[in-house]
């Protein structure tokens, strides 16, 4: 058997988040089961981000044990015929013996779909967060640039949740508008990148961004929100069906191109 | 009661199709259920264009009638909250007591969604028809353009639901490169506008595309296959999840913009 880095896709509407729960689907809990069909051996498949119910994936990266006689170029598709139709393995690669998809990362991006405008979409519905309510989308947009940085983020994570060390460095964060779609919604994506996420810190900022969008919270207000340490001073989380860990970086490597594919 | 003119958005995978099947959900019936709450009344929802199961619509038209009280701006949202979440009403006007969505129409456009590349699509799988075969995009780019036009479209009709006069124009028929996804497919969209179709026809002539991009067929073998009207001359039709209605127009209407989103 050998250690092999897997780059993986999915749809997470129909499951319980990345990691294996009892009685309730899981996408790791598929992949270990393709894994198993293949080298008929039970084994631990591990992820860089344990994304939540809902939430998908267009580049989650994870390492699993195959058989040494399959080559690395057939991976993909050998799992691809034993995975459900809303799970891919998209690439593989070789991976050192001491390769941790989750501790080794060194950037990763999340994206988060917001679809505005009056009518719900129902084309692509579990793939945005759609808002009927008119949100200033300049204000959200100056606001996201207060998130950059190194900062504390116990307010943007479940307290339950918490972990010692709350402070992470956000990277990149921008909101970018796509474009009106047929039935005239904006379609706008906030991007966020850095190495590593407290538990629901994402779909916190994205729930605080849109607290600014519809003046809850003043344009300014971040700073004061991250100061707080509360997560009680910043709005409600984001649902997890805008949102979507879009690729996993190791030493290296370069960031792909955004995709900046409409979900409708 | 008024006769409305809804425009309707839908995600096809969970129904059996536009129209009304004992003992399979439709799209026409979940109209009829969400008038019907909405009114107190019974009443049928015609469609303009019959969609099949597993085919989406972003702008399929249809008449219904609505209580008198209810403006018609609040139309869309009355039936949206009586509506599953895979269909929307997106667009309600007055409509003449003589409009019939499916006679009246002046053209229409469908789309048909291909994803080309080793790998299957996990996201937006229901979306696209996804080959993994190596396809001579360039023939079938060329060859869309020979459907154009007035034909006895007999070998594009499943043969037992053949009418009478199988000929049709189409006005349109072009294939479209999207752009390659994160994944390294290649999306394309294969547009076709008429003012009418025979049952299947679209999916018919898109499986004869596929057969000229793997070289069952040859760049200029289309108007042999129009002549012989004769199904078993043309290809298999394509699946229907890759095809899309996208908009149903009436006289003195323009088209709106190709809607260009991804499928992913």
């Known amino acids: ?44 498949v591990r992820g860089a981000g344990r994304t939540d119910a809902g939430v998908h994936a267009r580049g989650q990266v994870a390492v699993a044990e195959l058989p040494a006689a399959l080559p690395v170029e057939k991976i993909a598709e050998a799992l691809n015929t034993r995975l459900p139709d809303d799970i891919a393995v998209v690439a593989a690669a070789p991976a050192a013996d001491d390769f941790n998809p989750r501790r080794g990362c060194v950037r990763k991006q999340y994206s988060y779909s917001l679809s505005l405008g009056p009518i719900r979409p129902a084309l692509g519905d579990k793939r945005s967060w759609h808002s009927k309510r008119p949100l200033d989308v300049d204000a959200m947009r100056t606001a996201a640039s207060l998130y950059l940085g190194d900062h504390d983020f116990t307010s943007f994570c479940n307290r339950e949740l918490a972990e010692n060390d709350n402070r992470r460095t956000v990277e990149r964060s921008e909101l970018v508008e796509l474009r009106h779609d047929g039935a005239g919604r904006r379609r706008l994506v906030y991007r966020v990148e850095g190495r590593s996420f407290l538990y629901n810190q994402v779909r916190a900022m994205v729930g605080t961004l849109f607290g600014i969008g519809t003046g809850r919270f003043a344009v300014d207000a971040i700073p004061a929100i991250l100061a707080a340490r509360d997560r009680a001073a910043a709005g409600e989380s984001a649902p997890p069906w805008g949102l979507c860990l879009e690729w996993v970086l190791y030493p290296g490597e370069n960031p792909p191109e955004d995709f900046d594919g409409l979900f409708s």
């Not at 990691?19 to 809990?29: D, M, W, Y």
């Open 1 to 44: 058997m050998l250690r092999r880095r897997l780059t993986v896709e999915y749809d997470g509407s129909a499951y319980n988040g990345w990691q294996v729960h009892n009685n309730a689907p899981s996408v790791q809990e598929s992949l270990e089961k393709a894994v198993e069909r293949l080298s008929g051996r039970a084994s631990r």
